[in-house]
Every structure is written in structure tokens, then in C-alpha cells.
């Protein structure tokens, strides 16, 4: 029956089965792996998103903190009465717009009276009052302008205060204008712009809104320029705080709005415009905080206790925008405040957030809450909430790179896939070495079946002839005492051969064992190398072989001389067995620089290029038709190259098939 399961092809598939058993169960850690990976890698995001948001709600927190200090050390530096402390919140972009009041409820900053509110009326001379009485009742009623002239007039010369002028030359520019002397008039509203604009009337109104009112009335192109001038000086008046703001100011800055929007654009008309834009910021200041203020001041707006900060507590606008609050703090002198922007302040927190070291990189956004945000939050989109105070606004926080999970899990993926190459890789080699390993070994098996028929067969020969000629000595067969002499030679010779042939397996089975242990000692290899040509002389005649022996004198070196003769005789019956047509021998002995050379050169059959490695090997023999008679055992060369080893030396061969071959012993000289 054939054995249909080697021993070869059972590793092989033990192997095979390791390979795919340990490959699959790879595969299934890996694809587990790389799943939980994924989890994880979404998880960790997550996290950081998570505390991400908390340290932007604190961060934030701490700003608005922040900003409620910075703003009371400037109130205390600049004692709130200095009216131009206001400019330094400019400093402070946060910072939208400051309010400062006193403690009747008025508002300091932005200036803005309410009539009636804050003047103090003024006693005007009984005889101004009258003349001023006779002037109204001929302008109004009679319309005698000239006879109401007159009486104004008359009466500004008993005015006593700038007041009661002022209201004088209010009149009668307006006479002018109903007369139709607008040049006139138009000096007149000028004077009171130029010398009186601060004041105002018994209730408090600036008379400076009338002159600018009349002045875009006049209906006069030359004057345009003029009236730019007075424009911006009244307006610039108004942003200082200097005239106060009052509910007729949005009136009056849209009728000069419309007036600009006549005239081509010049600089002046832009500086007119800005200015009545900034005033108006005053205007929606005051109209989006005055009555919540009023009502936190007569403690009726409960919400804004809510979250406070320091002293300071939050009002929204009634504009129901919601990325602005005013911060207020009724507790001092002076009740003060100050709206901050959501934007600026959200950005400023964000740059201090982009400093964060997070291992993944998150953007943050300014979302208004739609009550659904809360939804996405799996998307490893994040929406929290981060101030009470803007609770109308959510942050968003994102991935900057929303692709970053499926990158990281396809580099763990072809880190995997490199790895499982890699392994089969390895696998493979261990495969290939396998097999090979199997192939040796039969070949080795072959080797040594070989050797065991070689050996009977070495062993054979020598016995024969040994038998042989002793029966001839011990029947009496020789007649002449020289024949006996040569019986008795063969005998001891073949005998050499068979001891030589013994000590090669013998020193190959030592070496097997780690058994072999050399004697080195200083030796004359002139002598040796004399002595051993000597004892192969028997063979070298009778195979009529003609030696050529080139041997220095005096050569020592440290050698074992048993092994290092035997390695010389293995060498030269090698080159008597392997010699067919020329039988030549050349052996030399060369000393040359620290080394020493001993060459056994012969020219028999050679050995292949391919083979030359191989001939050391343990029972190998080169297959050629020339030595199929020679016999052998395989281990000649492999016992003379240990030998040559353990004395520190070399053998190296050189070899051409048909022409020859050379051995050379290296050895190194005594120094
Ligand atoms: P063997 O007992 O077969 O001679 P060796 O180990 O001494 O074993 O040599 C191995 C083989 O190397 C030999 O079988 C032979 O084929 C080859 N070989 C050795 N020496 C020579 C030589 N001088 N010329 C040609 N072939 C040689």
C-alpha cells in the first residue's frame, strides 16, 4: 500500500492548518478590533466635545467676570463725573456701550433729559416777560412781524440770563424766516449754534434743535457748506454728551439724514452721517434699556437677579435682540452699566479655546437655540448651552475634518493589513524552510544509506587482500623471504588504509557528538608533512604515479600532527583515487608572510564549479561517470576540513573538471 501521508507532506499540512486556523482567528480579533476601534475613536471625540463646551461655559463665565472688573476699575479711575471716561470702554471691544446714571434715575450717559425732568426754571424779569408776551401776541395772532420784532427785541435787552436771550434770538429768526429775510435769519440760527448751543429753554429743550431744524429749511445752495459746518459742530456736541439727547433727537437726525441725502457726498457729509449714526446707537440705547432699567430700579424685573455677576445683574433690551444684554449694578452712587456683544465676546473666549491641546480638532460656532439642537448630538456634532445669560444662543462644537474617524479607521485598517501580509510573509518563509528542511533530511537519509553500502564495500576491499595474503604467509605458499617481505607490506599498508579509513569515521562521529579534543602543540611541518609523503609512498608507486614535493625547510606552526597528518593522507589518497589519465602529483610546502601554505595539487578528473561547496558536506560524493568505480565514504573532506578549522586554518580548493584539482591547507606561521 502507498503511504499516501508522508512525513513531509504531514507537516506540511499540520503547517498549512496552523496557518489558516491562526490566519482566520487574526482576521476575526482584527475586525473586532477595528470595530470597538471605531467606537472608541467616536467616543473619545465625544468626550472632548463635551469638555470642550464645559471649559468654553466656564471660560465665558470668567470673561464676563473679567469684563465686570475691568469696567469698575475704570469707573473708580475716572470718578464717573469726568464725562469723557466713557471713551476709555472704546479700549474695550467687548464692551458695546457704557451707561452711567445718577441717583434720580437720569441718564448721565448717553446725556438724555427728559423735559421738565432736570431744569431748573429760570426767574425771568417781570418787564422781559411782558414785552416778550406783546411780541407773541403780534406774531401769533395780529401778525404785525415788524411791531413783534420791535417787542423782542426790547425785551432781550432786559433778558438776564442766557436763557431768556437765547429764546429771543430763536424768535426773531424765526420772524426773519416768515419775512422772508432768510440771509438774515440765517446769521441769527448761526449766532445761537455758535455762542448758545447748550442752552435751553424753561423746560429743559436745547434751543440749538430749533436753529438746526430752521437752518435745513432754508432752502439755499450757497449756504450748503455753512450749514455742513454748523451740522457737525451741533451733531459732534451731541456725541459728546455735551447737548443732551431727548425723545425729539431720532426726529431731528432722520430730517438730517434727509437733507445729506440731497447733497453730493463730500467729507463733511460723511463725518454728518457717522456722527448721526453714532448718536442714533445712543438713541437705541436708551430706548432699549430705560424702561427695564426703571423697572430694576423699582425692583419690578425679576428676571434680571437672576445669574448675576458681582454687583452687577442682567437686563435685556426690549428690542428683543438676543446676542446683547446690559450688565447693571444698581448697588453704587452712581447706577451703572454696560451692554456687551455676544459676538466680540464669544470670538475672544474661542481664541483662548484654540489654544486647548485636544488630541482631535474641533471647531466652535455661535448657534441660536431652536429647541432641536439637542437632536444631532450623536452626529459627533456637540450643541450645549454656555451662559445662562445668552440662554437664546448655543454652542456648536465640530470636527474640523469630519472625515478624521474614517482616516483613523483605515489606518488602523492597513496597519492590520500590512501586519496579516507580514505574517503570511513570515509563514511563508517558514513554509519554504520547511520543505526544504524535509528535503535534506531525505536527501540525508539517501546520504547515509549510501555511506553504510560505501563502508561495507571500503572496508571489504583492504580485508580481502589482508586475508588473502596472510593465508598465503600461514600455508607456506611464499618461496623467497623477499616475497614475504612484500606479503607482509601489503598487509600492514592496506591496514594503514583501513586504520585511516576507521580514524575518518571515527573523528566524524566525535565531532557529531562534540566529543573531539586536539592536542596542539608546536610542530615541524617540514617533518610532518616528510613523514606522511613517506607513508602514502606505497601507494603512490603502485598507482605509478610521479610526485613532485616542493617543501621549505624548517616550517613550524601550532597544529595537532595526528589530525593535521590525516587531513594530508585524506587529501593525497583523494588525489591518487581521483587521478585517472595523468597521474602527477605536486606538493607543496610554503611559507609566505605570516602564513603557511600546503598544496596538494593533482590532475585528475576535477570537480564541477557547482559542486565545489557541496564536496564538504557531510557523505556527499560528486556522481561522475570517472569515479563511478572509486568508492568512498562520503566523510574525507568533511573530517579534513574540521581538523584544518580547529587548528585556525583554512581549506580552500580550486578545481576545473577534466584538467585537476588543488587543495590548499592555510595555516598560520608561529610568530
Ligand atoms: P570520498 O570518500 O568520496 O572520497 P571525500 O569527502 O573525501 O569522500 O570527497 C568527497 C567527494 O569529493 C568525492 O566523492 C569526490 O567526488 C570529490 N573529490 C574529492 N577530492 C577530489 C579530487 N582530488 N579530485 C576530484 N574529485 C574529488
Known sequence: MINFFTKESKLIVIFFLTVIILGSVLVYLSINNISTYRELTEKKISEEQRDLAKQFSTDFQNKMEE??????????????????????????????QAIVMNKNGVFLWPHFTFANSSVKKE???????????????????????????????????????????????????????????????????????????????????????????????INDPSKNIEIQKLLKLFLSDLSDGKIPLNY????????????????????????????????????????????PIE????????????????????????????????????????????????????????????????????QIELV?????????????????????????????????????????????????GIGFVLLLGVMSFGLILLVQNVKREKQMERLRADFVSNVTHELKTP????????????LGR??????????????????????????????FSRKENDKLIYQIKETNLTDLVNITIEEMNYWLEISNFKVIIEIEQDVWAKVDPEGLKQALSNLISNAIKYSVDTKKLIIRLIKKETKIFIEIEDFGIGIPKDKLERIFEKFYRVNLKENETTSGTGLGLTVTKDIIKAQNGKLLVESTLGKGSKFTIVLNLIS
Not at 429768526?173 to 449754534?193: D, H, P, Q
Not at 618461496?479 to 579509513?501: F, G, H
Open 67 to 96: 469684563l465686570v472688573a475691568t469696567f469698575e476699575r475704570l469707573i473708580k479711575k475716572d470718578s464717573l463725573i469726568n464725562k469723557h471716561w466713557f471713551k476709555n470702554t472704546d479700549a474695550i471691544p467687548e464692551i458695546k
Open 478 to 507: 611464499i618461496k623467497s623471504d623477499i616475497d614475504l617481505n612484500r606479503y607482509a607490506k601489503v598487509i600492514v599498508k592496506e591496514s594503514e588504509k583501513l586504520k585511516r579509513m576507521i580514524n575518518n569515521i571515527l573523528e
Open 248 to 291: 425729539s433727537t431720532s426726529d431731528l437726525l432722520a430730517r438730517i439724514l434727509e437733507w445729506t441725502a440731497q447733497i453730493e457726498k463730500n467729507k463733511d457729509i460723511l463725518k454728518i452721517e457717522e456722527l448721526v449714526h453714532h448718536v442714533s446707537d445712543y438713541l437705541t440705547l436708551i430706548n432699549n434699556y430705560k424702561t
Open 368 to 416: 441660536n437655540y431652536n429647541g432641536q439642537n439637542y437632536l444631532s448630538n450623536s452626529d459627533l456634532i456637540n450643541f450645549s448651552e454656555f451662559s445662562p445669560i445668552f440662554n437664546s444662543h448655543q454652542i456648536k462644537i465640530s470636527l474640523k475634518n469630519e472625515d478624521i474617524v474614517n482616516e483613523y479607521v483605515l489606518k488602523r485598517k492597513m496597519l492590520y
Open 295 to 362: 423697572e430694576f430700579l423699582n425692583g419690578e424685573n425679576l428676571k434680571a437677579v437672576d445669574f448675576p455677576i458681582g454687583n452687577y445683574n442682567m437686563l435685556k433690551p426690549v428690542s428683543g435682540i438676543t446676542d446683547e444684554v446690559l450688565l447693571f449694578n444698581k448697588t453704587g452712587l452712581n447706577p451703572v452699566g454696560f451692554t456687551i456683544d455676544l459676538e466680540e465676546l464669544f470670538d475672544l473666549v474661542k481664541q483662548q479655546q484654540i489654544k486647548n491641546q485636544t488630541r482631535f480638532e474641533n
Open 123 to 217: 426767574n425771568s424779569p417781570l418787564i422781559y416777560l411782558n414785552k416778550i408776551k406783546i411780541a407773541q401776541q403780534n406774531e401769533f395772532v395780529v401778525k404785525d412781524y415788524n411791531t413783534a420784532e420791535a417787542n423782542y427785541l426790547s425785551a432781550l435787552k432786559t433778558a438776564k440770563n442766557a436763557s431768556d436771550s437765547t429764546y429771543v434770538f430763536n424768535a426773531v429768526s424765526r420772524l426773519y424766516l416768515k419775512l422772508g429775510m432768510n440771509e438774515k435769519a440765517f446769521k441769527m440760527y448761526s449766532k445761537i449754534l455758535l455762542e448758545f448751543s447748550y442752552t435751553t429753554n424753561a423746560s429743559g429743550f436745547p434751543y440749538a434743535y430749533f436753529s438746526v431744524n430752521q437752518l435745513l429749511k
Open 463 to 474: 580485508l580481502t587482500s589482508i586475508q588473502m595474503f596472510a593465508d598465503s604467509i600461514l
